[in-house]
C-alpha cells in the first residue's frame, strides 16, 4: 500500500509537527535522527551540501521510521522538483515565493496532468511500480506543498499566495526576510517580528499553517503557543554544535 503523508494529515487537523532540516548527505545521519523521533526531516538542497543521488539514500535511510521525508528544492525549478519526487519524499518546500503565480507554478510542478505539469516516471516513489495505479491517483492530493514566505515582496503578496489551491503550508523564512528589509545587521529589529506575527495571522484566518524555526526549547514553546505548526529545531550542525559546546563547557574547569 501506498505510505500515507501524515504530516500533511496532522497539519490539516490543525496539529503541531516538530522537525529538523539535514544539511549534510549522510544516510546514517538522516536515520539517527529520525529514529529520535521527529515527526518530519528536511533534506536542504537549498542551502546544504546534498545532490539528487543523496536525497534518494536518506529517504531509503528513514523509510522504516514514522518520520517524513520532505525536500527544500533549490529552486522553483519543474525540473528539479520533478526529480526529487521520483525518489519518494513526501513534501517540498519552495524557496523564495514572492506572488500567486509563483505559488501556482510551485503547484502545477508537483502535479500530474492535467492538473499540473509533473512528468511521468515515479520509480522509486510508486514502490518501483508496486503501487504503480494508486500513486497515480492518489499523489497530486496526497504531496505536501509548502512555500517559503521570506521576502517582503511575499509578505505584501500573502494574501494572494495563500489563495492559491494547493499551498498546504508557508514557512517563514526570518533571514531573508530582514535582508530584504535592509535589516540585515539588526536581526532583532521589531519591524521583523510585526512582519511574523502579520503572516501568522493572515494565514491562521485562512485555515493555512504556518511554519518557522525555533531552536531553543523556550523559543518552540512560545512559537506553539502562538499557533505556529510546522516547527523546524535548527538543522543537525547546529544540534551537534549546541550539544558539544554544552558538554565541553560542563566538563572544563575555570582557566583551562
Known sequence: MMPENIVKKKLKYGKTVVGSFVITAHPAISEVMARAGFDWLVFDMEHGVIGIESIEVMTQAISGTDTTPIVRVPWNDFVVIKQVLDTGVMGLIIPMVNNAEQAEMAVRATRYPPEGIRGIGPHRASGFGKWLDEYFEKSNENILVIVQIEHID?????????????IDAVFIGTNDLSASMGLIKDMKHPSIEENVQYILKTCKNASVPVGIIASQPEDIKKRINQGFQFIAVGHEISLLTSCCKNIISQIKTDGE
Open 154 to 166: 511575499a509578505v505584501r503578496n500573502l494574501e494572494s499566495i495563500i489563495s492559491v489551491k494547493g
